[in-house]
């Protein structure tokens, strides 16, 4: 009974879903905006990289809601992960076996490199593809790579929400002084220079080291969170 | 395009391995494949941005994050 009614009422979804997706065409040419980026994206925000002009121009209050959205997440993992005792969790890594010195000492020497090479993509991100998002989870994945690494490490979370408050502020603050100087949020105020200077495109690259320091220092906290928590089984 | 056709063929796979598998490590893998190929794939239809963020998040991040929540509570789906 229990299954046939589940049946009946997934197919019922089904065929309500094809009815009202029959009548869409697909394979048209209906976004008459994609052309106008197209064509006018680099000559408005001054960033070549046509994703980084609508990602932080046309639609930079959409990007405010999605780093508002993975401050919530790293805020509900924080606040899930801490609901348990805190435990003394250093005796539980004092089981895990040490790495090998080659491991140890590998991640360490590659640790600043890769958080350089982060910070290479969310600054380039108006002139190459990628851009704060990828930036910070290169950052991330840095401290991962430490935590994997070395037993026992530890993050201290006080300079990563210190970062994480300042860059969001930053953000924040920057879209206020437009809305100030040109009358409407995140509006580009500064001079836009010349295309593919690496100080070119007005507030975008700021924007996107703010976005990027966010980023990495949420992503950073969700994994030291993850590996500081709890017991070993 | 015949990449492209490889591609997802591997895809496909490794998302029916990462449903069938009994060990949750080799599930998590076989997902993180499923990331890695797409991955692949975004940069192959020419979305550097999307193949950069989906090999950063989804094939090194998640994986780990599954990782250590499997290694906190059990190996094997009851």
Do not use: W
Not at chain 2, 20 to 28: K, Q, S, T
Not at chain 2, 50 to 61: D, H, N, R, T, Y
């Amino acid at each position: 009974m229990r299954a046939f009614l589940s049946f009946s009422i997934l197919s019922l979804i089904v065929v309500g879903l094809a009815l009202s997706l029959s009548h869409v065409p697909f394979g048209q040419d209906r976004m008459r905006v994609a052309d106008y980026y197209l064509d006018h994206g680099a000559t408005d925000t001054g960033a070549p990289n046509l994703v980084t002009a609508v990602v932080l121009n046309y639609r930079a209050l959409d990007t405010l809601g999605e780093i508002t959205v993975l401050f919530i997440a790293s805020l509900g993992v924080g606040i899930f992960l801490s609901l348990q005792k805190k435990k003394d969790t250093t005796k539980d890594t004092k089981n895990l076996p040490e790495a090998s010195l080659i491991v140890r000492r590998g991640s360490q020497f590659l640790f600043p490199l890769i958080l350089l090479f982060g910070g290479y993509i969310f600054l380039h991100g108006h002139l190459t593809p990628g851009g704060g998002f990828q930036g910070g989870s290169v950052i991330a994945s840095a401290f991962l790579l430490m935590f994997l690494g070395n037993t026992g490490y530890r993050l201290r979370q006080g300079p990563l929400a210190v970062t994480e408050s300042l860059a969001g502020i930053t953000f924040v603050i920057i879209g206020l002084i437009g809305l100030g100087i040109g009358g409407y949020f995140l509006n580009n105020f500064l001079p836009k220079g010349s295309e593919f200077a690496l100080f070119s495109a007005g507030v975008i690259p700021i924007l996107y080291a703010a976005i990027g320091l966010k980023v990495g220092a949420e992503l950073a906290g969700i994994v030291a969170n993850m590996f500081e928590s709890g017991s070993e089984r | 395009m015949i990449y492209i056709a490889i591609l997802t063929v591997a895809m496909l796979i490794a998302a029916g391995a990462a449903y069938l598998f009994r060990d949750l490590i080799a599930a998590v893998v076989a997902c993180a494949a499923v990331s890695l190929i797409a991955s692949a794939l975004f940069y192959l239809l020419q979305a550097p941005d999307v193949a950069m963020a989906e090999a950063a998040i989804g094939a090194a991040l998640t994986t780990a994050i599954f990782v250590i929540a499997i290694r906190k509570t059990g190996r094997y789906e009851k």
